[in-house]
């Protein structure tokens, strides 16, 4: 699949078709854990996505004619064939975004997982009647697909946030366009070529990789044929893509930036609550949008948590994803470096205490790539960047709480509500601050309140509607009512 990496990928997949693109120019593919090249691939321009667009849009009435058993088995047949080259994609997906192979090897596992539910979900696509109030009329509602999809994806899940966007299109019978991150299209690439062939007919997945994200954006944007966005990434793009959608009031899904709190109560384990937000903060090298970026522990407790976060952070070892011994990968690049440096230094000038790392790793192996040592950061304060500001690395930042009340106000104190976490061993307590807690989803003693069954997604500026779950393919349907007079 991947036998020469240097080589210029043809990385553009129009019409069943894969070409360089238009222009023919390209943009390179780095290790980021080396700084090495991996791979040229073709940077789409302007007019290989009117050409995604139209061959979606051409592609759009038989696959949406298709029956749901059709697209469903096209589905199960993606699912097999991307857990048959799970470790081919995996070690791919380690080379060019960073993640150890263990954790790449669960990611694809997680996608995957959407296929499967998805090829499902295709079948239980059900309309409705509704009773009229004349007695000379019925009321049918259907549910059809949405037509033409843009996607755009992040390179931080850069397997599992294209499954879980195009497997509900395609259970829906809608039609696609996909732009993944510059950082990663080499996984995006693999991806597409499984939907190849597992038999998607041409024109229904299309891919467009472009170094210039605008590119994409402003045709899809533009174009009255795409009737729909949905979009993974920071809050600030898409408040971008939403404004810019209402133009031609395409439907629009969001899944955007987070900045969960991890609540410790007086009565929970903490050194269970310490082993889990080791567990989760440090996953991706911090890089994920559930990850915790405050962490309340209550007074009475925080002697324990911290003892045990401090010495499970130190222990994890960073390194090259492809070495087994790496617990923690590099970070995607050098301004995500250049931000931890700088929420760590505005913490310590603001008087955090640095419990473990809190800079660069250099030398050998560290020094062409983009690696910052697990960091623990005590007495957190709401007048830190950190406290407010997404972190998206390996900084774990702890603030002590004394009331029930008081935590929950400082948790719901952010323009974010996307994952949250809670610890406590009473369940009166566990019902009653996970109702209050303004997040889209709750982790109660749990660490990954994440499943392709399960609706993932945030309110506030976390984002618009739900991935996963039934309610993921909602996202790719439109409501239609037939009043019938009899
Ligand atoms: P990003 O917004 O910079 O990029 C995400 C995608 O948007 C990429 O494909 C990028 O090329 C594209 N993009 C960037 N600028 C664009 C523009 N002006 N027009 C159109 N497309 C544009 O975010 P990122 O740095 O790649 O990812 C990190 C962010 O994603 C974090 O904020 C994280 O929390 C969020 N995220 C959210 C979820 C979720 O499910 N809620 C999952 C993963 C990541």
């Not at 990496?5 to 980021?32: C, H, M, R």
Request: charged letters at 20%.
């Amino acid at each position: 699949m991947f036998d020469s990496p240097k080589l210029t990928q043809d990385s553009i997949y129009i019409n069943g078709k894969w070409g360089p693109g238009a222009s023919g120019e390209t943009f390179d593919v780095l290790n980021p854990a080396t700084g090495e090249q991996l791979a040229s691939v073709g940077a789409g321009q302007a007019s290989d996505v009117r050409d995604a667009i139209d061959a979606a849009d051409s592609a759009f009435s038989s696959f949406a004619g298709l029956t749901a058993y059709e697209r469903a088995g096209i589905l199960h047949t993606a699912h097999r064939l991307m857990l048959e080259r799970a470790d081919d994609l995996a070690t791919l997906m380690t080379l060019e975004q960073g993640k150890p192979l263990k954790a790449a090897r669960t990611e694809i596992k997680y996608a995957a997982d959407f296929l499967i539910w998805f090829a499902e979900e295709a079948k239980r696509v059900y309309g409705s009647t509704i009773p009229s109030a004349r007695a000379d009329q019925r009321f049918l509602v259907l549910r059809q697909p949405v037509g033409v999809v843009a996607a755009v994806t992040p390179w931080n899940y850069p397997v599992s946030m294209i499954t879980r966007k195009v497997a509900p299109a395609l259970a829906a019978g809608a039609t696609t366009v996909l732009k993944p991150a510059k950082q990663t299209p080499l996984t995006a690439l693999a991806v597409v070529k499984i939907f190849e062939d597992a038999g998607v007919p041409p024109g229904v997945v299309n891919l467009v990789t472009t170094k210039d994200p605008r590119i994409f954006s402003n045709e899809v944007l533009a174009s009255k044929v795409v009737r729909k966005i949905t979009f993974t990434g920071s809050t600030e793009v898409g408040k971008l893509l939403a404004r810019e959608a209402a133009n031609t009031v395409k439907r629009v899904s969001l899944e955007l930036g987070g900045h969960a709190p991890f609540i410790v109560m007086s009565d929970a384990d903490p050194i269970h609550a310490a082993k889990g937000a080791a567990l989760v903060k440090f996953l991706n090298t911090g890089q994920a949008c559930i990850s915790p970026n405050r962490i309340y522990v209550h007074k009475s407790v925080a002697e324990q948590f911290l003892d045990t976060l401090v010495a499970r952070t130190t222990k994890l070892h960073a390194g090259n994803g492809l070495d087994p011994a790496s617990g923690v990968g590099p970070l995607i690049d050098q301004p995500s470096v250049d931000r931890m440096q700088r929420q760590v230094d505005n913490a310590r000038d603001n008087g955090a205490r640095v419990l473990a790392g809190g800079s660069r790793l250099t030398g050998d192996e560290y020094d062409n790539g983009y690696f910052f040592a697990p960091t623990v950061l005590a007495d957190v304060t709401p007048e830190m960047d950190i406290y407010r500001e997404e972190t998206f690395g390996p900084v774990a930042g702890v603030t002590i709480f004394e009331d029930e009340d008081q935590v929950v106000e400082m948790a719901n104190d952010t323009d974010y509500g996307l994952a949250s976490y809670l610890y406590t061993n009473n369940l009166k307590t566990a019902l009653r601050v996970s109702e209050q807690l303004r997040f889209g989803m709750v982790g109660i003693n749990d660490i990954n309140p994440t499943s392709a069954a399960a609706p993932f997604g945030g309110i506030k500026e976390s984002g618009l509607g739900r991935e996963g779950a039934a309610e993921g393919i909602a996202e790719y349907l439109d409501t239609k009512l037939i009043g019938i007079s009899i």
